[in-house]
């Protein structure tokens, strides 16, 4: 945790003015839907079906 508050305390984002901001805000989350719970309920898998499949 330590060396990861460290990597990231000194990075700055490049957003000059709140309009900056809400473009590249909006250019992040372009491809999330407006309701991502109930749209990708259908694809949650159990804790322990994740975890069989990636540390077996």
Known sequence: YAQAKK???????????????????KEIHAD????????YQKEWIDWSVFLDKNYI
């Open 32 to 39: 999330l839907p407006s309701d991502p719970t109930s749209t």
């Open 7 to 25: 990597m990231v305390n000194d990075f700055e984002l490049s957003v000059e003015t709140k309009l900056d901001y809400q473009i590249s805000y």
